[in-house]
Structure formats: C-alpha cells, structure tokens
C-alpha cells in the first residue's frame, strides 16, 4: 500500500570526530576536516574547497548533532543511517552515534539505523596516484566479530526507541554482503551466523530483524563461497542468494560512476543522475526482495586526492567530477525519485539519499557557505 511521503533518510558518515585509530594512522587530534581544508580546485570552474555553514564540528558532540538532528527533521528527513565499522579489534568511527547522536537534545522522533561497512581502511585521506592504496585495517568480518558487533548492536542500539523499524523489522544494512558471505565461511555458514543473530534478537525481546543488502545494483550473479566451493568460484543469482542467507531488503547506496560518467573531468550531474535512475524500475521488478533505490546530491572525491599530483582519470580517488548539480538540479531528481516511489513500479517503502556530509566526497546536504540551507530545501519542497 503506498502513502504520500516514503521514509526518507540519509546516509551519515561518521569520520568528523577524534578516535583512536585516526590518531594513530594520520596523527593525535586528526578528523576528515583536515583534508577538506586543504582541497583546492582542480581546473577552471572547479569549485573547492567547500566550507561547511556551521563550521568544522565535532560531531561527537551531543549539542552539535542536536542541531544536524533539528536542521533534517525539519526539513522533511526521517532518520540517519549511520556508516558503522567494527574490525577484529573492536569499533571504529563510534563516538558520533553513541556520545553524539544517542546523547543529543530534542531526539524526538528522528530514527537511527546502521550500515555495516565490512570494507578495509585505506589510506585515502588522501590519496596518492600509486595504486592499490595501502591498506590500514583489514576488513574481514569473522564470525567472532561478527558475533561481538551484533551483541553491541542488540546491548547498545536496538532497545533505544529511535532505532528505526521497516516493515516491522529492526533495520539492519550490510554494505558488501558478498564480502561478509566469504569471510563467514560460504553460504551455508553464513545463513546459520545470521539466523543466530536473529535469535538473539528475539530472546532480547526485540522482535524481528529486517537484514538489508546493500550494494548489489545491477549486478546478477557473484562469487560466493559454498560448501562445496571452499575457493569461492560458484556464481550465484542476486534472487537465489539473498534466499538462501534470508535476506528481507535490498537498498541502494551511490551511483555508477565508472559506468555513466560521460566525461573527464567533468561531467553534467542531471544527465547522470537519470541515467542511474533509469535502473529504479529494473531493480525492482526483476527481483524477488522490496528495493530502496537512493540518490546522490554530487560527487566530487577531488578533496581524497593528494593535492600536489596531476588530477587525471586513472581511479578513485582521481574521478570526473559531477558538475551543475545545483540545489535546483538536485529538486528535479529528488521530484523524479518520490514520483517512482509512489507508483506501482516501486517494491521499497524508503528513499535514500546519499549523503548527509561526506564532504570530501562532494555529496552532501548540509549546509555550506554557497548554498547554506538550500539542499535541505530541495528536500523540504519534495518530502517535507
């Protein structure tokens, strides 16, 4: 049955605030402000650095996130879905959600959720022309870590009023779900780790899970491990893995970049955003699961580049540049996301948008000193 306004919430990345594994990589005191403030711009007409309206924040800060919190809900946003990453030795990048968010003034309504970001630290912060980045943390998610994130999660985040439901199931996000799969053991293994997750989740008193995949737009099969695979060649359809793990959603996160940017180094964010948005209605009715498509506000990494090399298209983080993505432009796309979401074609009941501040990624709706509150407006004229 669809309603007026789907869910709408925004991806929040969590990188603004000191913790210890920063100040041992980059240096006592560091945050992801420091790379933006060094940004520059590229080539003519390239427009950088971006200066956040508010200032260079400590988002651990409960008072700093009650204003994020007030400016998003009152601006037609429901909740965040926080980027959340626990490696072998615990968590990383938590002090915005648990000392920040979770303490915040006038919480109200405003819903919370995660996305298990099961991917290595890199050293992209930024990052050099010398490729493969090197790697700063692994990634991998054993079944004891996976165990000891999922207890946080049902002891710290779960039980808290704000934590966000979709169609009745604590919502749950796994970004590389394939990845996860692999480092449990195979398939079999993996069903048996999340349906024990589950069953925590019950006997805590907390109902169902609602377990979401995120990150498998337009792919239709993937290397998986099996029992009889313990190498990880077999292949497998989207419909038939998610079955097989239990899978309840699937959501989107960003945009093909590689795919549909049309040029270097820039290139024009309205025709870009459509041809991504023309996949909503393939997602959605080839496969079995609801699909929560998302949008994006830009994307510029430039400010992850390391700023004294030559900006030439040879990978992250040295990628075109979404150009003319106004607040006016974004509206357009926002109008066209909510008209798909109201129509039959659309499974999901929630919108995405990527993001609230991943600045350094040139995709974000907070406001900033060209545009102040005008993104958040954008928002408020579609969904508000």
Not at 106 to 135: T, Y
Not at 230 to 248: H, R
Request: charged share 25%; hydrophobic share 35%.
């Amino acid at each position: 049955m669809k309603t007026d306004k789907p869910i709408v919430c925004a991806y929040y990345f969590p990188n603004w605030h000191r913790n210890r594994q920063n100040d041992k990589w980059h240096g006592k005191g560091w945050t992801e402000w420091e790379v933006l403030k060094c940004a520059r711009p590229r080539f003519p007409g390239h427009k950088q650095p971006k200066i956040p309206l508010w200032g260079y924040e400590d988002e651990a800060g409960p008072a700093v996130m009650g204003r994020k919190i007030k400016a998003a809900s009152s601006h037609g946003i429901d909740g965040f879905i926080f980027d959340w990453y626990w490696y072998k030795d615990g968590p990383y990048r938590n002090r915005c959600l648990e000392e920040g968010f979770l303490k915040a003034p006038d919480l109200e309504n405003f819903k919370f959720s995660i996305m298990w970001c099961n991917h290595e630290a890199k050293q992209v912060h930024p990052g050099s022309r010398m490729f493969p980045a090197p790697s700063l943390c692994s990634g991998e998610v054993s079944p004891d870590t996976f165990f000891k994130g999922t207890e946080h999660c049902i002891k710290h985040y779960f039980s808290h009023p704000n934590y966000m439901r979709l169609d009745g199931g604590l919502y749950f996000s796994i970004y590389h779900l394939i990845e996860m799969v692999n480092n449990l053991g195979g398939t079999e293994s993996a069903r048996k780790i999340f349906d024990d997750f589950r069953s925590r989740v019950k006997k805590a008193g907390l109902g169902e899970l609602n377990l979401n995949a995120v990150g498998m737009e337009g792919r239709t099969d993937f290397p998986m491990k099996t029992s009889d695979n313990a190498d990880g060649n077999s292949e497998s359809n989207v419909d038939e893995l998610v079955s097989v793990l239990g899978i309840n959603s699937r959501s989107g996160h960003g945009w093909n970049k590689q795919k549909y940017a049309s040029s270097f180094p820039f290139s024009d964010y309205y025709e870009f955003a459509f041809k991504n948005m023309g996949n909503y209605e393939h997602l959605s009715s080839d496969y079995t699961l609801p699909f929560n498509p998302a949008v994006c506000m830009g994307w510029d990494v430039s400010p992850r580049a390391v700023q004294s090399e030559v900006y030439e298209n040879v990978g992250y983080p040295f990628m075109p540049i979404l150009s003319d993505n106004s607040p006016d432009e974004f509206e357009k796309v926002l109008q066209h996301a909510k008209k798909f979401m109201l129509s039959e074609k659309s499974t999901g009941n929630m919108l995405l948008i990527n993001s609230w501040n991943e600045w350094t990624e040139g995709t974000y709706i907070e406001p900033d000193t060209e545009y102040g509150y005008a993104y958040l407006e954008a928002v408020k004229h579609v969904f508000g």
